[in-house]
């Protein structure tokens, strides 16, 4: 026990002691910060230091900014970019004796004498004199100060961005100075020296924002500030994490980005891929979530895999080479760094007299290179492949619609195409060396070799086999209907069916009929003939493919799994069984006719009744006060939305995806995120960090509720303008905010889907627009429980006037 006392009193001491040597208050011509030393902002959230990115060697140090609180090192500023420091025994941040400046001095390369490597550089006639002091504020800034006035800002970090805006940092420029402050990626996952890509206010002075790839080519546009959005971003100002402004004056012009709550902590950041990416830290998960990224999709970046690179959207990775082409830097490929591009394994074969024996591989449903494509006047396939042979410097042919397209030069920005692309397709054939089609079909041919000795083997074991058949076939006949039971009961009772991955391969024609997907794996459909006595029926299906699961056990899935098979009940969706074959994993559910609510709600089509509404609002509360209650163990579904409500043929709603949360594990709040719009339904204990308990469910089906009632998507921003009467002095605002207004004043008439014309039952609409603003109450024990819903709902309660959510009150203030 003592010894327990003097442990906790060493470590305690122990402490404080590397907090009061380590970490400074400030830099001064006094006090320069040396080697390991760090500086920390005043509550502690961000440290400046010398650092080596994660996975590097080691030999090289970087002035930088990370946050202090949080596990890992996430870097949100780098001052020597481009000149690292070879080591730490000399290196020294300090304020120069001759004019002021902050610098940062140490051994580069071989040479063991300090240089300066990098410098706030200001003009010796800006800076008051040798008293200046560097210290860091608690959103991040870097600033050098007048000594004897700090008010007196002098240099700041905030003015020189590297690949991450920060809440309170801006993007802009400043108009006096006409410098500009911009995003720059990273080289590569290991090198902060500036990358390709790069982000910057349009030089022409509108608020637009521009990507540059290579400083020059603008590849996306972020629309012009429409006052409370930008035209091409409106998923960015709708969370409810920060609030976006755009800002001009005489002296500059800036967007800047500010927390409704600062102990979020969330970025920007201008990857490796090209997009600009927003981040939230999930305590629950100890993760960085990306919320979104512009561009949406990493292949529509310019030449993002560089030259004969080819982009995949489907991938873990964007980028990968053509066929017979292999990445020039093998090194910079696994850094992330693809703009090095390809080359070929075999030169082309040319020759000055014009004959060659080069050859083309057909590259089926890609997407073709925008880039100067030459028209040939060729007729058919053959002619066209004939016109791209003649010349030396053709790489590629298309023939689509009768037209012949052929490539000189280097291809750039060649994508397959991807499920939701809005660009057709076509059929490229790449020019290739004879023996570089020699190479890929004898690698073909291996494959194929193999299959053959597996031919071979086969029919000798057939032969072996064919004695014992007919004996066996008898045996068979007789278990057959046996072991169909068996397989049916293994799973603890749950009765629920093990299939084969051949079985749901074939049921699912090759995985061809994708119904939907999200966060974790899409979902396919199925038919399987199934036999009961002597008829067999066709039975449907939705097969799902568990995507991110990580490297679960199969024990464990199998256990987790046969939990949810016990889970009946009418308003949940049943899962009729599942396969486990090595990382394959995929869950069997019955099959929902009429699909999920947001194709109802939200896509043109036939109106839903006020009737059907309601039934579905009752519906889905019964389910989800079943998983609450009625179970074994309580389970949370962690992802209401109106893409996990399916509809039955008679309407009768069905919760789908309960159970996942225990499925995926620590993963969780990753898969939710990824889905874009689906940070909407998630209650601020999410994000804040408090335990997730059954009320995150209450909350996301408070918005649920929203959109039941009127029609639209509760993250979606709403025009004021619209609704007649409105004071309202901003004119754009979130439905769920201006909707709780009009509740709590009693209004709740305009509330309701103008497709309904006035078709709804007061008291029905009445209650549940009180119940859904209760639902999405900040605090936790004001939410009621989905029991009391249930009651609510219909009615054997009377429910009081809720007031406004806090939450969404900051977001209109
Ligand atoms: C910096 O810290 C590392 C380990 O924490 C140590 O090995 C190294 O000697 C330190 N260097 C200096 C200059 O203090
Ligand atoms: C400081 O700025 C000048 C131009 O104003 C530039 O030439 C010089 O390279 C800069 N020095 C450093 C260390 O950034
Ligand atoms: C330097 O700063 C101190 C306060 O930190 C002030 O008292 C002193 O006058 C300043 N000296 C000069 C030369 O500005
Ligand atoms: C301190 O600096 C600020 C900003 O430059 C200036 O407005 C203020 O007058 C200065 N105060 C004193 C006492 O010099
Ligand atoms: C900027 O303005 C000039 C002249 O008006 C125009 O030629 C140019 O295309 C504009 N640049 C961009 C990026 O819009
Ligand atoms: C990027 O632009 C520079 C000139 O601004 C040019 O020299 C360089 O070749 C370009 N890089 C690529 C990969 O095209
Ligand atoms: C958040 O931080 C900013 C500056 O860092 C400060 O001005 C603001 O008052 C803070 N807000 C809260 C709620 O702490
Ligand atoms: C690989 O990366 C290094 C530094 O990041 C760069 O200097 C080099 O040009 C790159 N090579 C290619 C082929 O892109
Ligand atoms: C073209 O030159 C190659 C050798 O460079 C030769 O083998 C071939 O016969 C020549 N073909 C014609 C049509 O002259």
Redesign the pocket.
Known sequence: MSSLIVMAAFVALAFCFTTAVGAAATVSVRRPLRGNDTLVSAQGKFELGLFTPAGSSGDRFYLGIWYKNIPGQTVIWVGNRASPLSGLASAELRVSTDDGNLELVGPTGASATPMVVWSSNMSSSLLPGSNNTAEI???GNLVLVDGGNSSNVLWQSFDHPTDTQVP?AWVGENKLTGEYQALTSWRNAQDPAPGMFSDTLDPNGTSEIFFMWNRSYVYWRSGVWTGSFFARLPEAPKNFIYKTTYVETPAYRRLINV?Y??ATMARHVLDLTGQLKMYVWMPTSQSWQVLWTAPMVSCDVYALCGTFGLCDQSGKLPCGCLPGFAPVSERNWTLNDWSGGCRRSWPLTCAPNGSTTDGFLALPDVKLPDDSPAVGAAKSKLECESTCLKSCSCQAYAFSAGECTVWHGELRNLQRLYVDSDSPGADLYVRLSERGLQDLRSSVDRKKMGRKLWLVLGIVLAGVAAVGASAIVAWRIVLARRRRLTKMANVNGSSLVVYSYGDLRAATKNFSDRLGGGGFGSVYRGVLKQHKGDNSTHVQMAVKKLESLGRQGDKQFRTEVSTLGLIHHVNLVRLLGFCSSGDEKMLVYEYMPRGSLDGLLFHDGPCLSWRDRYYIMIGVARGLAYLHLGCRDCIIHCDIKPENILLDEDMSPKIADFGMAKLVGRDFSRALTTMRGTIGYLAPEWISGQPISTKADVYSFGMVLFELISGRRSSEGYNMTEAAGSRCSDSWTFFPVWAAGKIVEGEVGVVADPRLHGQVRPEELERACRVACWCIQDEEVLRPTMAQVVQALEGVVHVHAPPVPRVLQHIVS
């Open positions: 504020h608690d959103n309170e927390l709550d600062n």
